[in-house]
């Protein structure tokens, strides 16, 4: 059973706008969502992450929206630049225990 | 300039061959994991290292081998692999493991099994 479902698992946004990633999760015992950025020819890097005791985390352009209750968590990524163009990848944890989503596939337009 | 080093970048192997990757990270951290990442999956994770000792196996066919001998180096022996074990292998550190604590991984190994 996938613990972290994403989506959608590709995107296309015009640079200006507003990118919208989802991801959803089973296990209510999970207390680190972390967000990684990956580009081609290279490993995963930390975006930012958030904890479930609060709703909402900011930083630069990123901000992740946390529902506790729905068991759902985003990240907008504001004013969209070419040069966020990547792979996205939600998580979530526990322990020792790391569960990533499927990726998401960004490209942003001039 | 990535604090995790991991080589070789790229590996091709016969089923039959044996081989390791190396991860060496320069950042002071004491947990050191592996990941499988395949196309349209998630990042598998397969071992963790904490402080030198395993602490996490996530059912890795015994064809996989791990060592970790200090917390700067982690290794992954390679023997008698499937095709189905191609894959970018990425190793991670954080500052201990058991959560909350952000990953930081390396580039990877690209590896294709003949």
């Known amino acids: 059973q996938q613990q972290v479902k994403q989506s959608p698992q590709s995107l296309i946004v015009q640079k200006g706008g507003i990118s919208i990633i989802n991801c959803a999760y089973e296990n209510t015992a999970f207390d680190y969502f972390p967000w990684y950025q990956q580009f081609p020819g290279k490993g995963p890097a930390l975006l930012i992450a958030?904890?479930?005791?609060?709703s909402e985390k900011k930083e630069g352009r990123f901000t992740i929206s946390f529902n506790k209750s729905a068991k759902q968590f985003s990240l907008h990524i504001m004013d969209s630049q070419p040069g966020d163009s990547a792979t996205y990848f939600c998580?979530?944890?526990?322990?020792?225990?790391?569960?990533f989503g499927t990726g998401t596939s960004l490209t942003v337009i001039p | 300039e990535t604090g995790v080093t991991q080589t070789p970048r790229h590996l091709v192997m016969g089923m039959t061959n044996k081989k390791s990757l190396k991860c060496e990270q320069h950042l002071g951290h004491n947990a050191m994991y592996w990941y499988k990442q395949s196309a349209k999956k998630p990042l598998e994770l397969m071992f963790v290292?904490?402080?030198?000792?395993?602490?996490e196996n996530n059912s890795v066919p015994s064809r996989f081998s791990p060592e970790c001998p200090n917390s700067s180096h982690l290794f992954l022996h390679l023997h008698t692999l499937q095709p189905e074990d191609s894959a970018l292998y990425l190793c991670?550190?954080?500052?201990?493991?058991?959560?909350?604590?952000?990953?930081?991984f390396g580039d990877g190994t690209r590896l294709s099994i003949l």
């Open positions: 958030i904890r479930p005791d609060v």
């Open positions: 991670a550190s954080s500052q201990a493991s058991g959560g909350n604590q952000p990953q930081h």
């Open positions: 998580a979530a944890s526990k322990g020792n225990q790391f569960y």
């Open positions: 290292y904490n402080f030198k000792e395993q602490t």
